[in-house]
């Protein structure tokens, strides 16, 4: 395999923040579910201007251009406003959180990123055109503007997603990280990218029934012709299990297996974004499309708030069902590649990492510190002390020689975690950091170093290797 990206071939240390009781993914799913939305309004967003400016020029609905002079105020406001302040904040947070893995899709996807700019500036500046000049254009050069805003859109959409997409299933690149295109159309592409045009129109009609609602100067009957004319986008609904079923026909067997029942949360999720997405589907198809029924703004909300939920469902699982990976087989979720981790065994996994550990005072001493830096870079990307997915919830009744077996064999007690890749004394270390933590942080604490406690922790991690625990897994239950 060669490697072309040097972030891959070598140990490098960032300096890593702390958000307390708030996980990192959490910090980092947070803002991309909320950005991944308001991204996809914006996308849906333009395809259904370019259909009501078209209903608007064919006589079809005469009241087509008053509900673009509504609905593209909010989608302006949302998408560029929103969308653009999520946006700059997602880069923020992933460098925060996970700069290795930026780091070497930034390396790979340098030019693709770079033309998605382009189009982001196509988008901004037809979007703002309309904006500011709609009203003195005539029918063809606005739908010429909408047409150019709806296209810029997606294609924006377009090249994130085979970014995005990559990170699970990088395809023929793993065998040559210089294969570039290969690795962008991979096997999660194509569904992934139908599915979100399709997420990205429902979304839009929704928002739209919520915006019909709210105009001024409309007749109920004029409400009821719109919002049906909405349906016709809402529908598109009914591919969706095509798609999604595509995506799980197509992922790693672990990964499938994270939803099918293998994690309880990932599979709890994954029902909840089906179960609304059903939800939402059986208002469109039945309520709209085949009786007609009006839809009132309440109604409108809530079906929106049911399409929020649906999308951080399935967001959670894609970025979820990843683990232990960051980009798959490639590279840990806590910037560790599979390669380096057997190195890190003999030489210590922190012994090069040169930021130390904030407020040393508070720990009794210098081995728990040690252990500390040890969590704070194999561990923190995924757990907290004491909060979210705390390792003292999860450890907290455990022993220390627990402790010393299940973390130095952690990619087989849960096979969605890497290997640990420190020595024994790190490991040594790491339990004494956890143990303090759990017996109440007193303030004297003994330096454990038992010889023959090294030498078993040693034997331990010897017995699990320094491979991923999941295909030993996998061939169990195949
Ligand atoms: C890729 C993310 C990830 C990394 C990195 C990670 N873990 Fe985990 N770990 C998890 C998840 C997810 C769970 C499941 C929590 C649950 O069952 O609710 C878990 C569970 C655990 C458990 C409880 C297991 C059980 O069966 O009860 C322990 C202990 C644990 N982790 C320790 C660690 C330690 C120590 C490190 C660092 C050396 C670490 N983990 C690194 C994701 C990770």
Redesign the pocket.
């Known amino acids: 395999m060669t490697h072309y990206s040097t972030l891959l071939a070598d140990v490098v240390y960032f300096p890593l923040n702390d958000f307390g009781p708030a996980m990192k993914g959490m910090i980092i799913g947070g803002l991309g579910i909320f950005h991944v939305f308001v991204a996809q309004f914006a996308i849906g967003g333009g395809l259904l201007m370019c259909y009501f400016q078209w209903l608007a020029m064919t006589g079809r609905e005469p009241h087509a251009r008053q509900f673009l002079d509504g609905f593209y105020k909010v989608l302006v406001l949302i998408s560029f406003v929103v969308g653009a302040v999520t946006g700059v904040g997602m880069w923020f947070t992933s460098i925060q959180i996970s700069p290795v893995t930026i780091g070497v899709m930034i390396d790979q996807f340098h030019w693709l990123w770079a033309t998605e700019w382009t189009f982001f500036c196509l988008e901004v500046g037809a979007g703002y055109a309309f904006y500011r000049y709609a009203q003195y254009l005539n029918d063809k050069a606005r739908l010429t503007l909408l047409i150019f805003y709806a296209f810029a859109a997606w294609m924006s959409l377009f090249w994130i997603n085979g970014i995005l997409a990559f990170q699970l299933t990088p395809g023929g690149w793993h065998d040559d990280n210089t294969a570039l295109w290969q690795g962008f159309f991979n096997p999660t592409y194509f569904p992934t990218l139908f599915f979100r045009t399709v997420t990205c129109m429902v979304i839009a009609s929704l928002a739209a029934c919520v915006v019909i609602n709210a105009m001024p100067g409309l007749e109920r009957e004029d409400r009821r012709r719109l919002i049906l004319r909405c349906a016709h986008f809402m529908v598109m609904i009914v591919l969706m299990p095509v798609f999604g079923l595509w995506f799980l026909a197509v992922i790693p067997a672990d990964s499938r297996s994270w939803v099918m029942g293998g994690s309880a949360?990932m599979t709890m999720f994954a029902n909840i974004s089906i179960g609304a997405t059903i939800l939402i589907g059986g208002y469109a198809v039945i309520g709209l499309f085949m009786q007609r029924l009006y839809i009132n703004g309440a109604t409108a909300t809530l079906l929106m708030a049911l399409a929020f939920g649906a999308t951080a469902g399935g967001e959670f699982v894609r970025e979820g069902i990843r683990?232990?990976y960051t980009i798959r087989k490639e590279l840990y979720?806590?910037s560790i590649t599979p390669d380096q981790v057997a190195t890190l065994r003999k030489i210590g996994s922190v012994t090069n990492d040169p930021y130390p550990v904030r407020n040393q005072e508070q720990y009794p001493n210098e081995q728990v510190i040690l252990g500390q830096k040890v969590?704070r870079f194999?561990?923190s990307?995924?757990?907290t002390i004491e909060g979210a997915?705390g390792?003292m919830h999860?450890?907290g009744a455990w022993d220390k020689d627990m402790l010393r077996k299940?973390?130095a064999k952690?990619q087989h007690?849960?096979t969605?975690?890497?290997p640990?890749s420190g020595n024994a004394l790190e490991l040594e270390a790491?339990v004494q950091r956890i143990d303090w933590q759990n017996e109440g942080q007193p303030e004297t604490w003994p330096i454990s170093n038992d010889p023959a406690v090294l030498e078993q922790n040693r034997k331990w991690l010897d017995e699990a290797g320094t491979q991923p625990g999941w295909p030993k897994a996998l061939a169990r239950t195949e």
Request: proline share 8%; with cysteine; hydrophobic share 45%.
């Open positions: 949360a683990k232990p979720s806590n969590y194999q561990c990307v995924c757990h997915n390792l999860l450890t299940n973390i952690l007690l849960k969605f975690m890497p640990f790491l």
